[in-house]
């Protein structure tokens, strides 16, 4: 069993850099595969960034690419997201989620950081 819980969401301005992190219980957490995701209003919940146990295997929405880093510290249980040249279209609910090895699925999710980016 894993508990999410997200911080540093806000409001900012285009052109602004945002980090959100995401706290995680459990002592199994090295092994879990770490994600972010985000809904925007009116739309659904789509895929940002995930990264891999040990860190060393990332990927990315091509809409996110080159500007948002996603980046975990086992030691303390955490996932962060680094958002840079936010974008108004980046606005949106970020969600933490955590897939086990042993399912390979997004079985436990956060509760949610608000993102606002102003034009």
């Known amino acids: 069993q894993v508990h999410l819980v997200e911080s540093g969401g806000g409001l900012v301005h285009a052109g602004d850099s945002l980090s959100l992190s995401c706290a995680a219980s459990g002592r199994t957490f090295s092994t879990y595969a770490m994600g972010w995701f985000r809904q925007a209003p009116g739309k659904e919940r789509e895929y940002v960034a995930t990264?891999?146990?040990?860190?060393?295997?990332?990927n990315y929405a091509d809409s996110v690419k080159g500007r948002f880093t996603i980046s975990r510290d086992n030691a303390a249980n955490t996932v962060y997201l680094q958002m840079n040249s936010l974008k108004p279209e980046d606005t949106a609910v970020y969600y933490c989620?955590?897939?086990?090895?042993?399912?390979?699925?997004?079985?436990?999710w956060g509760q949610g950081t608000q993102v606002t980016v102003s034009s």
């Open positions: 989620a955590a897939s086990p090895i042993t399912t390979s699925t997004w079985d436990y």
């Open positions: 990264i891999r146990w040990s860190g060393g295997n990332t």
